[in-house]
């Protein structure tokens, strides 16, 4: 049992702003169980949640130190199917359906699973054939990515994601290319997220071309760096003063080009942040 002096050595405790909060501790381990409600500072951790009738539920597994820990705090345990809960503890993936709700990143599908959902979809396009890029599930630096236009392309033998090949892209100079941008995330609740002011622009090594003909030519449709430095006509920036030469940029110098062009760069990186923070929930 706590006595007066342990007590008085926790100087962790439930911190009160606007509204109420839990602030998580080991010291209030000792306070789960029947024989913990006995004791002296009980409520210190406990009252927020049995006030609020605060309820979590596990899907698909079951953590025994999750557990105790929501229990001291007053929380209650509800069935798994119940959707009136405050925390939900999951060993499994966040659900296809939950991750297509993000709009802004084109329909996709994972064969051989979802082959014949992709077959259906394709099929129901109304402006003939789309052309789809296929990636290996496990994979990197751009190997294994190719272009299809039927989903008989599509070798079944090995997981791979297909999705909707945007084909009308933004170009700069005639090349297609892509940022890297740099997120640190120190808290999901609440959601604190910093976004690096610094990044790079990635450029494809050849020209774009829509032509369909052209999608075995991954040098024009690819913008991977470790792709497209194996090509003979890309061009390396040897001159650190220089931001904008070459096939890789500065972030910075992409956004001068850009505003140069007559793009709203300060709205373009709001809905960057955005997407961010979309992606992070």
């Not at 789309?130 to 990515?145: D, E, L, M, Q, Y």
């Not at 052209?214 to 913008?223: D, K, N, P, R, W």
């Not at 650190?240 to 910075?252: C, M, N, P, R």
Request: aromatic share 10%; charged share 20%; with cysteine.
């Amino acid at each position: 049992m706590a006595n007066e002096t342990e007590e008085s050595e926790m100087n962790e405790e439930i911190v009160a702003t606007q509204g109420e909060l839990l602030k998580f501790t080991s010291a209030a381990l000792k306070y789960a169980g029947k024989n913990g409600k006995k004791l002296k500072n009980y409520n210190k951790y406990a009252r927020i949640g049995e006030k609020y009738h605060l309820r979590f539920k596990m899907i698909k597994c079951n953590q025994a130190l999750v557990k105790t820990i929501l229990h001291s705090y007053g929380f209650e345990q509800c069935s798994s199917r119940n959707p009136n809960c405050n925390i939900i503890w999951t060993s499994s993936h966040l659900k296809p359906q939950r991750r297509k709700a993000i709009v802004h990143i084109p329909e996709f599908f994972v064969t051989p699973k979802d082959y014949q959902k992709f077959v259906d979809h394709f099929n129901a396009q109304s402006h003939g054939l789309k052309p789809f890029i296929v990636k290996p599930v496990a994979s990197s630096r751009g190997n294994g990515i190719f272009i299809i236009q039927s989903p008989g392309d599509i070798p079944l033998g090995s997981p791979l994601l297909v999705s909707r090949y945007i084909e009308n892209p933004y170009l700069l100079n005639g090349h297609k290319f892509d940022l890297r941008l740099y997120v640190l995330v120190t808290s999901f609740h609440p959601l604190i997220a910093y976004i690096y002011s610094e990044g790079l622009a990635r450029f494809a090594s050849e020209k774009y071309c829509s032509s369909a003909k052209s999608y075995e030519q991954h040098f024009s449709h690819l913008t991977n760096y470790s792709l497209n430095k194996n090509n003979g006509k890309f061009i390396r920036n040897e001159n650190a003063d220089t931001e904008d030469s070459g096939h890789k940029w500065t972030l910075g110098a992409l956004l001068r080009k850009l505003q140069s062009n007559g793009i709203d760069t300060n709205c373009n990186s709001m809905k960057i942040a955005r997407r961010v923070a979309s992606n992070k929930v």
